[in-house]
């Protein structure tokens, strides 16, 4: 199967353990994605959505305790409980791995192991990295198929001896002869572990199915791996979208943007500019792989190769783009599914249909009081179906302005920029946003700080995350780095409605960060940093009456003596004595220009 022996060897080790009855290599043809389709529509794993409509495009239906990232049964498993740092769950390797491995034994019984070489990147990029997932589920090998390349082409690079990330993802659920097979076989929750090794460069999952547990090229590789592996060689993996923008007189620029999971970063990475003459392409929609090259400039890269998006709120007039996506060649977990065999998502059209079914196989009706789709259900689509996708999305691509974001009701204005780099890694570290249902099990809607959207994805030490940016930023000068931003599309009225439209009209957020871009003077300096000034904002055609623009705008004061307290409590509690420099200066300034 293949030269390499660390890949031989591994590979009958993970045979050995699991005890799979077929062990398929993943050579990534459309052929072998279609007869392992196939294959899951007749085993009743999958349902055939109407070729009409939605040509090869399939649904699953996950089981119901498996719809999201479980956090809490997510570990980085360092030799030292430091290394993982105050944000992450901890276990020792010596602890965790004969657990997982008791786990893992015999675990592939009844099942076919599909071995799946795959690369985080282009093949052979400079920012490219190599992995290989061992996995007893079809339903991820179709969407690796989708979300990373993968098959023969990477396989040569590792026959060849790149390295690779070690990639071991199992349902968690053997079968014993005569055992009937679930349509979505998962494990207990406290038999799911998600695990990521740094020291060796390596993943277990264990016991999900869904998204990020399970698709390990995503976040366990390109976030948490790689952040680390980042760190030890002087770039960054981050949670963020890329996105090309032109504005009407042909010049372009690139952004990128970190927000928490499902708080807009696909539909900003997809945005159709409400603005007249500004043209908007999609480079990536998630994740961002940076480096500094000889010109002081920050480059990103997206790693993936499809999208993993959040359906519910996707309409023709909130996000075409998308809809546009998952045309054709789609794979949709936990949506509803219409009477002629095309799936349906609350806001997809105004009105619901009169039947559906429902994301767990049961008859809904229109007026019931349950919404017939999962509030995390997703679309799998390949980056080449978005009708914008920026012709350079295989490159590295040099970023203007980074945004930071979330889901914030109150307090933080819809716009404010950081008066230099340092002080935005200061704003960074503060983000903070409403939990959503990306996340199984927290309490949605609860604000939580999620520094730099990072939160769980961090591999190591928040402490020396922090610093990384700091290191960073060392390397080259802020006039060569990206601007810094933070922009809060969520922010709501007494009635709790959401004050600013989005989507389309966050164009008019991005015109005004571009200009800053190139140090345009149309801001008012607060003591956050620097918001618009209104008058001179491209606010035509948008209903907003004057109190709204002004909640919108504002920093209040009473409001921001109450946030620097939160972050006070927080810092002390995730930092304690070891708070990075770069925070406690930013800090004390802010209160000094708040005069507190
Ligand atoms: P992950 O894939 O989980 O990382 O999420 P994401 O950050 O890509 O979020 P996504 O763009 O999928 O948006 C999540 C939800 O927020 C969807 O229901 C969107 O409709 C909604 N949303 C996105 N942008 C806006 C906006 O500008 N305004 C409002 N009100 N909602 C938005
Ligand atoms: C997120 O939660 O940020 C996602 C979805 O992008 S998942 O891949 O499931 O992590
Ligand atoms: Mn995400």
Redesign the pocket.
């Known amino acids: 199967m293949t030269k390499n022996k660390v890949l031989k060897d591994w590979i009958e080790e993970i045979q050995s353990l699991c005890q799979p009855d077929v062990v398929v290599l993943w050579e990534g043809s459309q052929t072998q994605y279609d007869d392992v389709a196939e294959d899951c529509v007749r085993k009743g794993k999958a349902i055939r959505l109407n070729p009409k409509k939605r040509p090869n495009s399939l649904l699953f239906r996950s089981d119901p305790s498996d719809v999201a990232r479980v956090e809490k049964r997510t570990f980085i498993s360092t030799t030292l409980e430091k290394d993982a740092g105050p944000t992450n769950n901890w276990i020792s390797p010596d602890t965790l791995k004969p657990i997982m491995l008791d786990l893992y034994k015999g675990c592939m019984r009844g099942r076919t192991m599909y071995i799946i070489p795959f690369s985080m990147g282009p093949i052979g990029h400079e920012f490219s990295k190599l992995g290989v997932e061992i996995t007893d589920s079809p339903y991820v090998a179709l969407n690796m198929h989708i979300m990373t390349r993968s098959g023969m082409d990477v396989l040569k690079l590792i026959d060849d001896g790149v390295p690779f990330v070690k990639a071991l993802h199992s349902v968690g659920h053997p079968l014993n002869l005569g055992d009937v097979d679930p349509s979505w076989p998962s494990a207990p929750m406290d038999h799911k572990y998600i695990t990521q090794f740094p020291e060796e460069n390596m993943i277990w999952s264990y016991g999900s199915g869904y998204g990020g547990n399970a698709l390990l090229g995503k976040k366990c590789f390109a976030l948490r791996i790689a952040s680390n592996q980042a760190r030890n060689e002087g770039w960054m993996a981050e949670?963020m979208l890329i996105l090309k923008l032109t504005d009407p007189n042909g010049k372009t620029n690139y952004i990128t943007g970190a927000?928490?999971?499902?708080?807009?970063?696909?539909?900003?990475a997809m945005i159709k500019p409400s603005l007249p003459g500004w043209k908007a392409e999609t480079c990536g929609?998630?994740i961002a792989w940076m480096r500094i090259k000889e010109d002081g400039r920050l480059y990103a890269i997206n790693p993936e190769n499809g999208f993993?998006?959040?359906t519910?709120?996707?309409s023709e007039s909130?996000?075409p783009i998308a809809l546009a996506s998952v045309r054709h060649d789609t794979i949709f977990t936990n949506t509803a599914l219409t009477d002629d065999m095309d799936v349906w998502w609350e806001d997809l059209t105004e009105e619901a249909p009169d039947h559906l079914i429902d994301w767990q196989g049961n008859d809904w009706y229109r007026g019931s009081s349950f919404r017939p789709d999962h509030p995390n259900a997703r679309f799998t689509s390949p980056l080449t179906n978005c009708p914008v996708l920026a012709k350079e999305y295989e490159e590295a691509v040099p970023i203007s302005a980074i945004l930071f974001g979330g889901r914030r009701p109150t307090t933080i204005p819809l716009i404010h920029q950081s008066l230099d780099f340092l002080h935005g890694i200061f704003i960074g570290s503060i983000m903070g946003s409403q939990i959503t249902a990306?996340v199984l099990d927290e309490h949605i809607g609860d604000v939580r700080r999620d520094p730099f959207a990072m939160l769980p994805f961090i591999g190591y030490n928040i402490k020396d995350y922090v610093n990384h940016w700091v290191d960073m930023y060392h390397k080259s000068t802020d006039d060569l780095l990206p601007k810094i931003f933070f922009v809060n599309?969520?922010r709501r009225d007494e009635s709790n409605r959401?004050i600013?439209p989005?989507?389309g009209e966050?164009s008019r957020i991005l015109k005004w960060i571009l200009e800053r871009t190139v140090g345009k003077i149309n801001y008012q300096i607060t003591p956050i940093g620097l918001v618009p000034d209104i008058k001179k904002l491209d606010l035509t055609n948008l209903k907003l009456t004057q109190n709204a623009l002004n909640t919108l705008f504002e920093v209040n004061k009473e409001d921001w003596i109450q946030e620097i307290h939160d972050i006070e409590s927080y810092y002390s509690k995730v930092y304690s004595v070891e708070m990075p420099c770069v925070l406690r200066t930013q800090l004390a300034n802010l209160k000094e220009r708040f005069e507190i």
């Open positions: 949670h927000f928490p999971s499902a708080c807009g970063k696909t539909n900003l929609d998630d993993f998006g959040v519910s709120g996707t909130s996000n990306a599309w969520f959401y600013w989005g989507f966050n």
